[in-house]
């Protein structure tokens, strides 16, 4: 049984990707951009907001990204609860592990404050012994930051941890960090390109995440 469960926000917890993508579909529209754009912009969920400018937009200067940005947080922040239902079974999941007493984190690239919100909204604070967001680290996923200050901080070592995500930048920063990882196909990223970064399991849905991790990494 893994001590503690580390998951991502976006897309594992909280079924947000289509409000995500519904956000950067408007600021395409305001500001006239192709549609093509929407594409390489939406597999990019999961890396923090201002790197996604950079990565976009790589000869432009830093005054468009930090512009571009603030265009999609203002959109996005005025409705960053609505957009952020609940994937069915997350409460029963949560509640199965707090009763075997498995520690359970967050570790996103969104900003703390709306992860916060949401988590408040829904009555799920209590289940969270940490929350590490996009201001509490130098060094972003899948940079293994946000795993090694977990751990430190939980007391809890390598191969007790487990990393949830739904994404590459998830699963690369679990195996950077020599912790066990579970994809989960709920979010922007395929089975198939979740397989690249050789995570121990992929599942399809919650209802699958709890036995691996009452099962450990050794069964």
């Known amino acids: 049984m893994y001590k503690l469960a580390i998951f991502d926000f976006d897309g594992t917890l909280v079924d947000s ?8 579909q408007e600021v395409i529209d305001e500001m006239g951009y192709s549609q093509q754009l929407l594409d390489r912009w939406s597999h990019l969920v999961g890396v ?3 790197r996604q400018m950079e990565l976009l937009f790589p000869e432009n200067e830093p005054q468009f990204h930090e512009d571009l940005a603030n265009n999609y947080r203002d959109k996005y922040d005025r409705k960053a609860v609505e957009i952020c239902p609940l994937f069915p079974g997350l409460k029963d999941m949560l509640q199965s592990l707090a009763d075997k007493q498995i520690i359970i984190t967050v570790a996103t690239s969104k900003r703390r404050h709306l992860v916060d919100a ?14 590490v967001g996009a201001s509490d ?7 293994p930051e946000s795993v090694h200050l977990t751990m430190e901080a939980l007391r809890i070592p390598s191969e007790q941890v487990v990393v949830i995500g739904d994404s590459t930048f998830d699963l690369d920063m679990a195996r950077s960090a020599g912790v066990d990882a579970i994809g989960v196909t ?5 089975r198939e390109l979740l397989q690249k970064s050789a995570p121990r399991h992929i599942v399809n849905g919650l209802h699958e995440v709890t036995p691996l991790i009452l099962n450990g990494r050794h069964k």
Do not use: S
């Not at 949401?118 to 929350?131: A, E, K, P, R, S």
């Not at 680290?137 to 940079?143: E, G, I, L, R």
């Open 137 to 143: 680290v130098t060094h972003h996923k899948p940079h």
């Open 186 to 190: 709920t979010g922007i990223h395929t």
């Open 48 to 50: 923090p907001l201002l």
């Open 118 to 131: 949401v988590v408040d909204h829904h009555g799920l604070t209590n289940y969270f012994q940490m929350i």
């Open 17 to 24: 990707a289509p409000g995500i993508v519904q956000v950067m």
